[in-house]
């Protein structure tokens, strides 16, 4: 499983970001793909996830509304399209990967895109 992630950068608050991931060696449309972010000093968190189907996406509530997360089975990609970005969404963001009935806290991830909203 290889994911390469990108897209981050510095925004100011109310801004918006696209996040990209893009993924290879193993057979995409089968797994459930989540974007996780981690802020300084905090465990990871995950923000969304996009199902084999597309299907009833997850959101955490912190970005309920303003987040928006998709695939691309024929590209093997998932975007985050992040709008009214907020300080508080400073973290390093990265997509991981699981099969139906998988955990979350270890499946493989990316290295990681740096987002940093200033206030």
């Known amino acids: 499983v290889q994911l390469v992630e990108s897209g981050g950068g510095l925004v100011q608050a109310g801004g918006s970001l696209r996040l990209s991931c893009a993924a290879s060696?193993?057979?995409?449309?089968?797994?459930?793909i989540s974007w996780v972010r981690q802020a300084p000093g905090k465990g990871l968190e995950r923000v969304a996830t996009?199902?084999?189907?597309?299907?009833?996406?997850y959101y955490a509530d912190s970005v309920e509304g303003r987040f928006t997360i998709s695939r691309d089975n024929s590209k093997n990609t998932v975007t985050l399209q992040m709008n009214s970005l907020k300080a508080e969404d400073t973290a390093l963001y990265y997509c991981?990967?699981?099969?139906?009935?998988?955990?979350?806290?270890?499946?493989?991830r990316g290295q990681g895109t740096q987002v940093t909203v200033s206030s």
């Open positions: 991981a990967a699981i099969l139906a009935g998988g955990s979350w806290d270890l499946a493989p």
């Open positions: 060696g193993f057979t995409f449309s089968r797994y459930y």
């Open positions: 996009v199902y084999r189907d597309c299907r009833n996406p």
